[in-house]
């Protein structure tokens, strides 16, 4: 079992920077593909950045360049670094957790972008 729980979101004007980051529990993180979604009221959850077990990355269109994921396995963290924020970046963002048929979600936390 694997809990997952997102911190570091609030309110920022367009053009700034937050970093989101996800602490996890549990054994076996290192082998677990890590990801990052978010969720705008009204619309679909959309995978904003992905990291492999091995250090692979890949990032959503909208902010590719803009926002950058990484991990810490030793202190099982995952983090979300993003930059140049712009008022449709605004949604929950959840931290998610996959290794085969282990699927695990975080609780989400908001980000507000706004003037």
């Known amino acids: 079992q694997v809990q997952l729980v997102e911190s570091g979101g609030g309110s920022v004007q367009p053009g700034g920077s937050l970093r989101l980051s996800c602490a996890a529990s549990g054994s076996l993180f290192s082998l677990y593909n890590m990801e990052w979604y978010r969720q705008a009221p009204g619309k679909q959850r959309e995978l904003v950045a992905a990291?492999?077990?091995?250090?692979?990355?890949n990032y959503g269109d909208s902010v590719r360049g803009r926002f950058t994921i990484s991990r810490d396995n030793a202190n099982k963290m995952v983090y979300l670094q993003m930059n140049s924020l712009k008022p449709e970046d605004a949604a929950v963002y959840y931290c998610?957790?996959?290794?085969?048929?282990?699927?695990?979600w975080g609780q989400g936390t908001q980000v507000t972008v706004s003037s």
């Open positions: 998610r957790s996959r290794w085969g048929p282990r699927d695990y």
């Open positions: 990291i492999t077990s091995v250090g692979s990355t």
